[in-house]
Structures are given as structure tokens and as C-alpha cells.
């Protein structure tokens, strides 16, 4: 089969915008804010960023389902587009016949389809199913069936919003390898989703929208970082906040403090996670009347209240150890810390024979060294830890 003249295909979008009027007097909602873009052929374009950015809108401009409020935005090819993959099938109808609709919509004769079926039936993976209706199909089912028939009838721009979980493991590969023999015939594929690890196995180009802008257009890999970044950086200050109230840092003695207090690495340098089972300590410069002995207790608990160790160390006031000043440095090495992944705080306390005298926490997080692909960072750990090393 032949689709109509592929070596045109091409979108462009010069400072598009789609508002949405709210009513009452307020302001409208800018969806779109002004964006420009040209995709060309053969691109495999992701489109990233956080709910509500304004990706489904752009697309659905892009797919002619919502017209632009401003700006001009030129699409040369027929665009195909998939926004709930399945949704467009006719329940009664057997998957066959819904074979031949689609075929139809998409401009194709019932020869061409024809041509087509028994690889279109053989990549869905349905089987006897094929003679049946639609309504008896699974989800999954119906969104094999949606794809295969698209992806084989070759549209010449295809756009699709989330809809790469059309089945399993398996079954999203051979649809990323289709998506990409499709892309290297010169047809544009445009893709919308939350799992990065897709944007990178799919697509040739990203696009970050924040806010109805692009933040960010380039190679995958690249953007995707970046967006990580922000998400991590974003969701620190949340966590940051919310747990501020753990990050004692208290002299309760006159004379007394602790100055500084950090994790430190095997290397060590400053730290806020710790891949778990690696080794690493907590170091801190407690200041103290000069000549006046301590006890050191460090206590290590998950941010949920688990108490995990607590360890004290005697500092004799008359040792060597001990300075004119008063400052001293404590390390205390976890060695090899076996923690599950999580938040964790290690709090200081300095004790005296007059009673506690300082004390200071700092959060860390113990990470997983291979975390999944794609999506939010699995665990996130506050800003606020960002200490200096002091010799
Ligand atoms: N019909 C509408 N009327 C008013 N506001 C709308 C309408 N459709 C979308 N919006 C708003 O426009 C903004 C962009 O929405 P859009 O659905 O395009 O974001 P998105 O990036 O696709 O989000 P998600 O990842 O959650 O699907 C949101 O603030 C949304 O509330």
C-alpha cells in the first residue's frame, strides 16, 4: 500500500495558543501559551510534563479536535490520532469488521484492507477472537486490536496520548519496533506520556511543556533528565517542608552547639542519600565549654518513627582529643548500613551531667541503586540538608 505523498508530512506551530474561557469575570486559562515548533518527517516526538501542563490540549489542536485561540498552526498530512486506545470501536461489530471500518475512515480500499488483515490479526494476538464481537473482548484486547489496525494501515502522522500500555511487556516492545518501522518510512509519530522510560525507547525528540510553554525541546534522554530534576527538585521543597519541624538544631546549654552535622560517604563526601548496603557516616563539630567532657548519642530513625540503632560515645573532658577551643569533630562510621529504602533522620544529642546540652538532626535518604524506568524518582529527600564540609 501506498498512502498519499509521506514526503511532506510536516507540523508547524508558531506562537499557538488555546485558552479556555472560565466565565464569572476571571481570567481565562491559558491551556497553550504561545508556543512554536516544527516537527518533521520521520520524527518520533514525546511530549512530557506535569498533569495539566497542556499536553492533551496541544495534541488535541495538533489531531483538529480543538481549535487553536491564536497563532498559526499548519499540519500537512493526515493525522490519525489515539487518544483512549479502543474507544473508537464499534462494540457489536466482530474485530474483523472493525478491521475494515477503521480501514475505511482511514482512507484505505477494502482491497488494501484486505491485504492487511491476517498481519493486523496475527500482531493483536487475538486469535479466534477476530470472528467475535468487540464487547467480549478485554481492555487489553481492544487496545491490541485498535493499534495493530492502526499502525499496519500506516497513518501519516499518528498521535498518541498514553496509550502505550496496549497490553504487556512483550506486546510493548513489538509496538515501539512498529512505531519506529512507521517513523523510518517518513510518517511523523507524536506521543504523549508519563512513563519517561517510553519517551526514551520511543521517541527520536522531546518536548517538555510546563504551564502551556515549551520549557525544553531536544533529545530524549536529555529532557527527561531535566524534567526528573525538577519533579525531584519540586517534590524536595514539599518534603522539605513538611517534615522541617525533624530538623532540630538546638543549644540547650549556654556554651554548647553543635555547628555542623552531615552524612558523609565511604569518600567522604557530603551526602543527603546513600544507595543501600554502601557504607557511610554521620560526622558533626560540636562546640563545648573547653576542659568539659560529654557523652555523644546519635539516634537513627525512619521519618515513620522506626527507631532503627542508637549509639553513645564518651568524649573525656581532660582526653587529648580535647582542644583549647572547645570544637571538636565527631565521626561515627555506620559501616555497611543494611536500610531499607526511605527517609531517615539522624539526630545528634550531646549530654552533659547537667542534662542534655545541644542537639541537631539531618535527613537522609537510603536509595535503591536500580531504581524502575521511567516516571517520578522513586524516593526524593529534602533541599534544606545541603551542609558544607568544614575541615
Ligand atoms: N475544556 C476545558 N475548560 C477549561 N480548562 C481546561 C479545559 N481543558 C483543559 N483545561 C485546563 O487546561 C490545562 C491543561 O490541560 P491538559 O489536559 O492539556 O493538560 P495535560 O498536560 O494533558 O495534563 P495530564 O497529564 O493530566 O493529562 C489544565 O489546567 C486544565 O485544567
Not at 491559558?30 to 512530557?48: L, N, P, Q, W, Y
Not at 536529555?222 to 543549644?251: G, I, M, P, W
Request: aromatic fraction near 6%.
Amino acid at each position: 500500500m501506498s498512502p498519499a505523498s509521506p514526503t511532506s508530512l510536516a507540523i508547524r506551530a508558531e506562537d499557538l495558543c488555546k485558552h479556555y474561557a472560565l466565565g464569572h469575570g476571571q481570567p481565562p486559562k491559558k491551556a497553550i501559551d504561545g508556543v512554536t515548533f516544527r516537527i518533521g518527517e520521520g520524527e518520533r516526538v514525546g511530549f512530557i510534563g506535569r498533569n495539566g501542563a497542556g499536553k492533551t490540549t496541544l495534541l488535541q489542536m495538533l489531531a483538529g479536535i480543538a481549535e487553536p485561540s491564536g497563532g498559526i498552526l499548519h499540519v500537512d498530512g493526515k493525522v490519525t490520532a489515539i487518544f483512549t486506545l479502543g474507544m473508537g470501536l464499534r462494540e457489536d461489530l466482530t474485530g474483523l469488521e472493525n478491521i475494515f471500518v477503521e480501514g475505511e475512515l482511514m482512507g484505505r480500499t477494502r482491497e488494501q484492507t484486505q491485504a492487511l488483515v491476517d498481519e493486523i490479526v496475527a500482531f493483536a494476538e487475538l486469535g479466534a477472537f477476530i470472528d467475535r464481537p468487540v464487547r467480549t473482548y478485554s481492555t487489553g484486547m481492544k487496545a491490541r486490536l485498535a493499534f495493530s489496525t492502526i499502525v499496519h494501515i500506516e497513518p501519516e502522522i499518528l498521535i498518541i496520548d498514553e496509550a502505550l500500555s496496549v497490553g504487556d511487556v512483550k506486546f510493548g516492545a513489538k509496538a515501539t519496533a512498529k512505531m519506529r518501522e512507521l517513523t523510518r518510512k517518513g510518517r511523523i509519530l507524536i506521543v504523549v506520556s508519563h512513563s519517561m522510560g517510553a519517551i526514551e525507547d520511543m521517541c527520536s525528540r522531546c518536548l517538555w511543556i510546563d504551564e502551556g510553554r515549551i520549557r525544553l525541546d531536544g533529545p530524549p534522554s536529555e529532557v527527561t533528565r531535566a524534567y526528573l530534576d525538577e519533579v525531584r527538585r519540586a517534590d524536595e521543597a514539599k518534603l522539605s517542608e513538611r517534615f522541617r519541624h525533624q530538623l532540630v538544631n538546638e543549644s540547650l546549654l549556654p556554651g554548647w552547639s553543635i555547628d555542623a552535622a552531615e552524612m558523609q560517604s565511604a569518600e567522604g563526601l557530603v551526602v543527603q542519600h546513600v544507595v543501600t548496603g554502601d557504607s557511610c557516616a554521620f560526622s558533626a563539630r560540636v562546640r563545648a565549654p573547653a576542659g568539659e567532657g560529654f557523652q555523644a548519642v546519635l539516634g537513627l530513625h525512619r521519618l515513620d518513627g522506626l527507631a532503627v540503632l542508637e549509639t553513645t560515645c564518651r568524649f573525656d573532658g581532660q582526653s587529648a582529643a580535647m582542644c583549647a577551643s572547645g570544637e571538636r569533630r565527631l565521626h561515627l562510621d555506620f559501616g555497611r548500613l543494611p536500610l531499607n529504602y526511605g527517609l531517615y533522620k539522624a539526630q545528634l544529642e550531646i549530654r552533659t551531667d547537667a542534662g542534655p546540652a545541644a542537639r541537631r538532626a539531618v535527613l537522609f535518604e537510603v536509595v535503591n541503586p536500580r531504581p524502575p524506568r521511567g516516571g517520578r524518582p522513586v524516593l526524593v529527600y529534602p533541599s534544606t540538608l545541603t551542609v558544607t564540609k568544614t575541615s
